[in-house]
């Protein structure tokens, strides 16, 4: 009887470890992601999943009218390289110049853009975002410029680095001038750092250590961290 107890919940337990595995591959049939709508608690799980169908990726940019176009491939040599990244040209909100982002982590950027940070300058700042400046994407690297160590995500074109913004009034935001502002600059990177939360693996910030006290660091990796 305990022997049959035993085999019954094993089943059930299959069953729904089957299922959800069946869902994470489908998500993008089932409620394919939206650029254009707000992220929700499924948001997340969309992005991973993009990571494994790069031409479904593409759809999702084209969908959400975003001035991308894919990117030349860079052969992976050594752990740097790409072969699944776009080129945003970054219209109507600039990024100091074309970025190139492997899809997925283009497509959270997008939605960081606009779901959160132009809310968010409205809220704040009482104006929009014209710039979103950054310091870089591609880089042949390890973690922290290190000599030894594990390859950065900027060595895959899987990550951004963003030191402020431009606004729309002639003002701007920096991270490194205006992160321990008490003011309406200071709750503005606040709440556009937590927002980037939900979208990518990791999001560094000056609360982080003393690397990032200039830029907020994004990238679309395993290691997920928010600080
Ligand atoms: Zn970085």
Redesign the pocket.
């Known amino acids: 009887m305990q022997r049959l107890r035993a085999t019954v919940w094993a089943i059930i337990i299959l069953g729904l470890l089957g299922a959800a595995a069946w869902l994470i591959m489908n998500i993008e049939r089932l409620r394919p992601l939206d650029l254009k709508a707000p992220p929700d608690f499924l948001t997340g799980l969309h992005l991973q999943r993009l990571k494994m169908d790069a031409p479904r990726c593409l759809a999702v940019l084209d969908e959400g009218n975003v001035d991308a176009q894919p990117a030349t491939s860079r052969t992976m040599q050594n752990g740097c390289g790409y072969d699944d990244a776009v080129v945003l040209r970054g219209d109507p909100v600039g990024y100091g110049g074309a970025v190139t982002l492997r899809c997925p982590a283009a497509a959270a950027l997008v939605m960081w853009q606009r779901h959160v940070v132009a809310p968010a300058a409205r809220q704040h700042l009482g104006t929009e975002v014209t710039t979103i400046r950054q310091l870089g994407t591609y880089s042949c690297r390890n973690i922290n410029n290190r000599e030894t160590g594990r390859r950065?995500?900027?060595a895959t074109a899987n990550?951004?680095?963003i030191a402020g913004f431009a606004l729309a009034n002639g003002d701007s935001v920096s991270l490194l001038r205006d992160w321990d502002d008490t003011g309406a600059k200071g709750r503005f990177l606040r709440a556009v750092r937590d927002g980037a939360c939900p979208l990518f693996g990791a999001v560094?910030s000056p609360d982080y250590n003393a690397l990032h006290a200039d830029?907020f660091?994004f990238?679309m990796g395993l290691y997920s961290v928010c600080r």
């Open positions: 950065s995500q900027h990550a951004i680095d560094l830029h660091h990238d």
